[in-house]
């Protein structure tokens, strides 16, 4: 744009230039050399020279660096012949006479080429926007030999007399050998100065020069030789060159110098200080020379311009020696600055060695100083072939702009070394390079990329989702891991594609949980939240989400986070409070089963009592039989309370499985319906387990029941054992479990199945689906309590509609299948008499004294306790007396183990008759009966006391 505005006013320039030239003409054709056309003959000259001087203006505002003296100094040389003018039309067109040859006009018209020289022999080397002290010497020197000549040659012999027709024609060709030799020296410089730039301002400068001396060489010669008045066509060749002069300033323009020939202050060549130093010392011997030429009169003046010359030329030198020792320091400053540099810092010649380097570079290369490399090609220091892959590059790169950067990777001395270089070209010939070594940076590099691929290997392949996604419920998320296909079964583009609207596929129950994480992360919180997504495919699944807020572009909070699939945790959470719940119900079973036991005996006992007094009266026995019948079936239902919470007492063998499911199968298909099969399937080879067989008969039985009543429109019933391996992995999916060797029954039906939240109860006492009247609820709670007791367990698999299946695992042992015991025959109730001494403990009152009456009304002495410490000071009392301790086993204080331990010291004779409703493993380790403890379970009736009694007084004494 600014081109085009410069090329419009050229344009209108050269207009207006026509313009001036066709009014010359037009004056020359019109007026003549009459007074009028004198008069607008040198106005349109005068014009002419404004106009350069507005364009030299305008160039100086435009320039920099040494630029900007230099259109000062061609503007002071339009301004000088404009004001020589000036003064030739006040002589010419208002006082109507020829000009005095010593006046100041034609001094100042001899004057103007002075500002040319000036312009020419500016400092090129500092090329300084400044007219500063050098400067002005130098002016000064150029001004006092310009005056010399023009005093000594021409002034002096006006002063002498008249100058004759050869002496002005001789001061014309003076003149433009003055105007030759600038010409010539401004085409010197071309081929001197250095940078493109300036190159180009001295090239246009010679070509005006010769075009300047060339135009105004006719109108000089024809007025010093004929005298010829203005109004002629000669008045045009004065104003041509100030209207070209105007067209090059307005046309000009300042070229953006090379990097290089600025970052460095460069050293003169040898042969330019010497060039320097010889000028500096003509203009006092140019000066002499003329001044000795002069007549003894004018000898003051002479040598008052030669004392100036040689105190100019004098100080001239004082201010280079000060200038080169600022020099010489800067560049020792830089020379010490680039020895320090971390960088290494090369110059190269055009021949290809190496003029300068760093320690830096030298130590980079692998030498021990930077004079080991001076003066080597750069072709013996590394490898040339290291620059082929961008020699190409390169060479266009110092072609078209003059410089270059890349990275190469070096081979010198040995070493690889990968490099980041940059490379700029000199104006003189060869390069400057600034290499650093970027072997730190290539490893740091490295590692990161092998540490974001680690990560991504392990964001790819973990089982998580990694995100990152907007705060908010309608955030939008802008990346999410692969592993979202995997686990919600969309892709990233299809998750990515409906991110704002990603609470859709959380379960409608679970938004609040997640509304309000997000706006505890609105608060610059952690978002967690656990909760439950609706997966493509339609199924549920739980997931843990946690995503730390970390500030995003513009200050737009993110989150970041990972999601975790958590369902099967969730699922094994669920079986571990199911566990829980099952325990803490097993305990309250328990201890309500052994107060009712209490209960149930002293009901029992009495009832008993009854039906033997009330022989004679019919009604009274049968609402005593009525009576015990409740007892029983409330007995049974308590037996199966503490199966459920494992608070019996089992006597445990080794038993073969298959045995007793072979030996139940005939009485389990009595039970079947018509439209039931049963099928029974058996392992080989089975393993024992070592077990109470009426509770694992018991077992059986209750499955398989309870398969039946899971049928009534019939269906397949199978019961199969077989021996299972449960390792870690099972054991992890199930929280209970220890890894090892089992035997399996399992009890298969394709009945109507259960629903997730019945499978979460069935184990529970009372809990049961089936109508009113069709069972107690407590079948499967004393399954899940014998095989629990048992050290096994169970488990469920079942779904609505397609069937149940119940796993029973039970330990496996190593030992031989015990033979069962021949069961003895009793002796009768009758017979369960004796005449021993009892010490009965028991803190239930109504007990004591039920169990007092049965003992003494077999002739027993019987001697009571309502707890330990009474039972300590009888047992003293009596001694020896006492044969038998029956104690309850659960009571105030000590237990009864703990007070047959301490009567037993004291009377190793006495035998010990433990009772209770349940054991708590005071005297049976996780329910088994420890060898040679008997034991009495409530409730028990009066026949059954007497029998056992009787048997643990006729039984051997053991070691207890």
Known sequence: MKEGADFRVSRKLSIFAAFIVGLHVCEVLILGTSRLGSLVANSLQMVACATAVVATIGASRRAQGLCRPFWVLVTAAMATWGVANLGWMYYENWLHQPVPLLSLTRMLFDMQGVFFAIALFLDKDRDSPRFDVEALLDSMQIAIVFFSAFFGMYYVQLLRGPLTADAETFMAWSYQAINMSLTATSAFLVLYVRGQRLRRLYGEMTIFLLFYTIVTGVPNYVQSAWDV????????????????????????????????????????????????????ALPPLIVLGLVAQLGAEWRGIGYFLVGVSITCYVARLSVIQYREGQT?????????????????????????????????????????SADEVVGSSWQEVSNPRDLEAVRGEMDAALAERGKWSGTVTVHAKGRTIPLEVGITKLPEGGVVTVSRDISDRRRAELSRAEAEAKYQTLVEQVAAISYIAEVGVNGEWIYISPQVEMMFGFTADEWLTGSRDWMKYVHPDDHPVVEA???????????????????????????????????????????????????????????????????????????IAHDFNNLLTIIKGYTELGLTRAKNYPDVRADLERIEDASERAAGLVRQLLAFSRRQVLQPKVLDLNAIVEGLDKLLRRLMDEDISMKTVVGRDLGRIKADPGQIEQVIMNLVVNARDAMPDGGRLTVETENVELDSVYARDHVTVRPGHYVMLAVSDTGVGMSGETIAHIFEPFYTTKESGRGTGLGLSTVYGIVKQSGGYIWVYSEVGLGTTFKVYLPRVDEAVESAAVAKVGSGRERAVGNETILLVE??????????????????????????????????????????????????????????????????????????????????????????VAFLQKPFAPGVLAEKVREVLDAVVSAR
Not at 270 to 275: E, Q, Y
Not at 329 to 343: E, K, P
Not at 525 to 534: D, G, K, L, S, T
Not at 561 to 576: P, S
Request: proline share 3%.
């Open 229 to 280: 008045q203005t109004g002629t066509w000669y008045d045009i060749f004065w104003s041509v060159p100030f209207l070209v002069c105007a067209i090059w300033a307005s046309r000009w323009k300042e070229v953006p110098e090379e990097e290089s020939e600025n970052h460095m202050i460069r050293a003169k060549r040898p042969g330019v200080v010497v060039a320097r130093n010889l000028a500096l």
């Open 843 to 932: 803190d239930e009152p109504q007990l004591r004294e039920l169990t007092r009456e049965v003992l003494t009304s077999r002739g027993y002495s019987v001697v009571e306790a309502k707890d330990p410490e009474e039972a300590e000071r009888l047992a003293a009392e009596y001694g020896a007396r006492i044969q038998l301790l029956l104690t309850d086993v659960i009571m105030p204080g000590i237990s009864g183990r703990e007070l047959a331990k301490k009567l037993s010291a004291k009377n190793p004779g006495m035998r010990i008759l433990y009772m209770s409703g349940y054991t708590y493993n005071v005297i049976a380790q996780n329910g088994t009966l420890e060898r040679g």
């Open 328 to 368: 010489a320091a800067m560049m020792h400053r830089q020379a010490v600055a680039m020895d320090s540099a971390m960088d290494g810092i090369a110059i190269i010649s055009s021949l290809g060695e190496y003029k300068y380097v760093n320690q830096a570079f030298a130590r980079m290369m692998g030498y021990g």
């Open 517 to 591: 994480a997000e706006e505890a992360s609105k608060r610059g919180e952690r978002f967690q939240a656990e909760y439950r997504v609706i997966r493509k495919d339609g199924r549920v699944i739980w997931v843990s989400d946690t995503a730390v807020v970390v500030p995003g572009s513009d200050s737009h909070p993110l989150m970041e986070g990972i999601i975790l699939d958590i369902t099967d945790r969730k699922a094994l959470e669920g079986q571990l409070q199911q566990a829980r719940r099952m325990e803490a119900v097993g305990r309250l079973a328990g201890g």
